[in-house]
T-cell receptor
């Protein structure tokens, strides 16, 4: 089955700096890679996703890159703000499926003013 | 439109007790999921239901049972709770890509924090 590894487990950044979280996956059949943000005491919410037919996707201060050959994908947050503090999860799945996702272990991001 | 709701929010059980965690979604999604979240281990899939009437084991099903009561509701039962089941439990739902032909964002409930003593 799919195995997703996520690094780092914790990330502390100064407000205004960039944050990068990296994930690797093992199953070549995976072609859908979402990122979820979990704020304290809440369920996770999708913030951005990418499919294997593109290498990069941006949405304002958030971007995701995908390297299919190396089987890794990354989340980039620029100009970080205190409200970016949360746990971020990467995941991998297949679009020809019933929607199961394999999640990474999560990255606790702390943005200090 | 409440999205995904879970009850209860908190629960403390003694070893050996049983309980059922309830989950309901109002988005008419076909697929529903139960995860547990433990520190350093992310979200691990316990069981999922691809569509009404079907359930399948996920990564960590031992000690749990599920029921897809109807399209809206998916419950998780602990028959004989153990301290190892102390965790935060999340329910989620999605419209699977096989049906939507598009993306399949999973929508999560707020979670149930369960402690087994």
């Amino acid at each position: 089955g799919e195995n997703v590894e996520q690094h780092p487990s914790t990330l502390s950044v100064q407000e205004g700096d960039s944050a990068v979280i990296k994930c690797t996956y093992s199953d070549s059949a995976s072609n859908y890679f979402p990122w979820y943000k979990q704020e304290l005491g809440k369920g996770s919410q999708l913030i951005i996703d990418i499919r294997s037919n593109v290498g990069e996707k941006k949405d304002q201060r958030i971007a995701v890159t995908l390297n299919k050959t190396a089987k890794h994908f990354s989340l980039h947050i620029t100009e970080t703000q205190p409200e970016d503090s949360a746990v971020y999860f990467c995941a991998a799945g297949a679009t020809d499926s019933w929607g199961k996702l394999q999640f990474g272990a999560g990255t606790q991001v702390v943005v200090t003013p | 439109n409440a999205g995904v709701t879970q009850t209860p929010k908190f629960q403390v059980l003694k070893t050996g007790q049983s309980m059922t965690l309830q989950c309901a979604q109002d988005m008419n999604h076909n697929s529903m999921y139960w995860y547990r979240q433990d520190p350093g281990m992310g979200l691990r899939l316990i069981y999922y239901s691809a569509s009404e009437g079907t359930t399948d084991k996920g990564e960590v099903p031992n000690g749990y049972n599920v029921s897809r009561l109807n399209k809206r509701e998916f419950s998780l039962r602990l028959e004989s709770a153990a301290p190892s089941q102390t965790s935060v439990y999340f329910c989620a739902s999605s419209e699977p890509p096989l049906i939507s032909g598009a993306g399949y964002e999973q929508y999560f409930g707020p979670g149930t924090r369960l402690t087994v003593t």
